[in-house]
């Protein structure tokens, strides 16, 4: 039976609840937090704790009425009863919220649900009674027996060929058609094949050729030439000394401040000092030619064409009365009229490397909450699906959680502790490379940074380290950023226990710590990094993944929250706080792994990198991406 049952607002707003049983948590904060504001109402069913909850739109209301029943048990007439109570209500309570633009009183209301549930379970119960009684009568019924073996043909063949003489067995198995002289000669003939040489017996040596014409390289055709060998024996000249010298004569000169700032930092990307001389990062700007605007066309827009846009209309209906309707608005968007730009609005959002199935789901959850209502006056389905297409992009790009590092940072320096950042992520993205440019921001508000080598996997990924915080020592003359490795080959997460515990003696703020990169299939190196998280519990784990990615995007994140789960050992396991973006600068307007990232985890981008030095880290600005996202 039912546990509980809801008439809310689409904001969250409870109308109307009637409670069956105890319950131990909210599972509708949970269904508007996770799924309705989330955009993810395409789901049919959605499970939290021990309830299944289902639930059904009222556009043209703006209601969403809400079932929610232990899981187990699996009602069959939950859909009938959303179906019934939302079309009831609607007839009851519909014309009045429509003209007074309120919500009528309900006093009423749980008279008819009783009845309306009552009237409904009595059909289900029918229905299961009727289903049961044919069942019993069929299998009541009965039922022709198989013949037993000894009625068949193979018993009775079988029988007989064991009765059967051996003699006549035997005889019955020699072929009749056999000539035994034709069979000898043909044996005879066989062995005189075998015994000749070309048919099995040793490989004839190659003849010689009588005419020896020279060969290509050989000593014939070019004299041979000795290379000489590099002594290693330690008695070594001077000469051959500086010939294997590759260093650089002059050390200090490839660690020049002035060098390094040119080469290392773009003064034009430098972002802002605030009053309180905090540095932020600089946001990211969307050029020129990418100007948006919400009185762009429509046929710039979508490009589809005005047939694709009209709801199917009943032959019953006048043409004259039809156009008129069509130019007033005054029509209600069904499923028929929303399904071609949709279907288009999915291609588009693909194009724009957005998941394929990020995209589907996205386009259901839009469409989903725009069938019944009503257009206004000249304006057509197209500029609706746009308007409310882009309200759900803000609402899934827009951050739930705090994306302010340095408050979190300061935080921790009020306990007294070093704040952690763990990177993660695939091979090749770029990990060791951000998490320098992240130093070079925190060293850019007073912080003191430890950088914890932990790739011990990929070969001279301790050195890259190491040449990140020599420069970033260069650039910055009261800089305090040193490197914690122990080499290559070592247990990762215990060399970041070590430099958590250095980092606390020595008086760092912040403890970045690299890892190496590793594929989400890879079930070895994932344990690993789920054991250096669970050993560390760090503040913040950010997954740092490329903009380039479409599809993959969602396995990879989806497969490295798996590992951090099953691979922890504990009850309440970690997950990815949050993202980095890469390679932002070389994907033009393809910013649709932006929005799978964010939609599969839930979890804001905090920045964006967009080139090789040390200031290309950007703010990401939401409504940049989504004005990339609608852009055609």
């Known amino acids: ?49 021990n309830y299944a909850i289902k639930w059904t739109f009222v556009n043209d209301l703006d209601l969403v009425f809400i079932a929610v029943y232990p899981k187990s048990l699996g009602l069959s007439y939950v859909d009938s009863l959303l179906q019934a109570t939302s079309s009831q209500f609607n007839e009851l309570y519909g014309s009045r919220i429509l003209r007074k633009n309120q919500i009528p009183q309900l006093k009423g209301w749980g008279i008819h649900f009783e009845a309306l549930l009552q009237t409904i379970e009595d059909q289900d119960a029918l229905v299961w009674n009727t289903i049961v009684e044919t069942l019993m009568n069929t299998h009541s019924k009965k039922v022709k027996q198989p013949r037993k073996f000894e009625q068949t043909t193979g018993y009775a063949n079988t029988l007989a060929y064991a009765r059967a003489k051996p003699e006549d067995v035997r005889e019955s198995h020699i072929p009749s058609f056999v000539d035994e002289e034709e069979f000898r000669r043909n044996v005879e003939l066989l062995k005189k094949k075998t015994a000749s040489p070309r048919m099995g017996g040793r490989k004839a040596s190659k003849a010689k050729s009588p005419i020896g014409s020279p060969v290509i390289g050989s000593e014939a055709s070019s004299p041979k030439r000795n290379k000489e060998g590099r002594k290693w024996d330690g008695k070594i000249s001077v000469k051959d000394a500086k010939s294997l010298d590759y260093s650089n004569s002059d050390g200090n000169e490839f660690v020049k401040p002035d060098h390094l700032v040119s080469f290392h930092v773009d003064q034009g990307g430098m972002g802002q000092h605030s009053k309180d001389g905090t540095y932020n990062v600089a946001d990211l700007e969307a050029s020129d030619d990418e100007s948006y605007s919400d009185d762009e066309s429509e046929e710039e827009y979508t490009k589809i064409s005005a047939r694709s846009l009209l709801a199917k209309k009943s032959s019953a209906e006048s043409g004259l009365m039809s156009f008129f309707k069509n130019m007033t608005g005054q029509k209600e968007m069904s499923t028929e009229s929303l399904e071609p730009i949709m279907s288009k609005m999915k291609e588009h959002l693909i194009n724009k490397n957005v998941a394929a199935d990020i995209a589907q789901h996205l386009c259901d959850s839009v469409a989903k909450g725009l069938v019944g209502q009503t257009l206004g006056n000249f304006k057509s389905v197209q500029s609706h699906v746009k308007q409310s297409m882009e309200t759900s992009l803000k609402r899934i790009l827009t951050p739930k959680t705090s994306v302010d590092l340095l408050r979190d940072i300061a935080q921790a320096q009020a306990e007294k502790r070093p704040y952690t950042i763990v990177f993660i992520g695939v091979n090749g993205v770029g990990k060791s490379t951000n998490l320098s440019k992240t130093a070079f921001w925190l060293l850019q508000n007073n912080l003191k940074v430890l950088i914890a080598a932990c790739d011990t996997f990929r070969s001279g990924a301790v050195e890259q380290l190491r040449v990140h915080v020599r420069n970033l020592k260069a650039l910055e003359a009261n800089a305090i950023v040193d490197l914690y490795e122990k080499g290559y080959g070592k247990d990762s997460a215990a060399i970041a226990k070590e430099a958590i515990s250095s980092a606390k003696l020595t008086g760092h703020d912040v ?36 903009a380039l990615v479409g599809n993959e995007a969602v396995d990879q994140l989806t497969k490295f929250n798996a590992a951090l789960k099953d691979f922890s050992g504990r009850a309440n396991p970690r997950h990815i706080d949050g993202m980095i973006l890469t390679k932002f600068d070389t994907i033009d307007d393809k910013v649709g792994a932006a929005l799978s990232m964010t939609y599969t985890t839930g979890q804001p981008i905090l920045f964006v990198g967009t080139g090789q030095t040390y200031t290309d880290l950007k703010n990401m600005k939401v409504s940049h991406v989504v004005q990339s996202l609608l852009r055609e």
């Open 511 to 546: 403890v970045l710590i690299d890892t190496a990169g590793r594929m989400q299939d890879n079930d070895p190196l994932m344990r690993a990094l789920a054991k250096l998280v669970t050993v560390n519990n760090p503040d913040k784990i950010i997954f740092v993944g490329e």
């Open 1 to 49: 039976m039912l546990d509980f049952f809801f008439i809310a607002t689409k904001g969250g707003l409870v109308l109307w609840s009637k409670a069956y049983g105890p319950s131990q948590s909210s599972p509708i904060n949970s269904l508007i937090h996770d799924v309705l504001i989330e955009e993810r109402s395409s789901t049919q069913v959605y499970y939290k704790d």
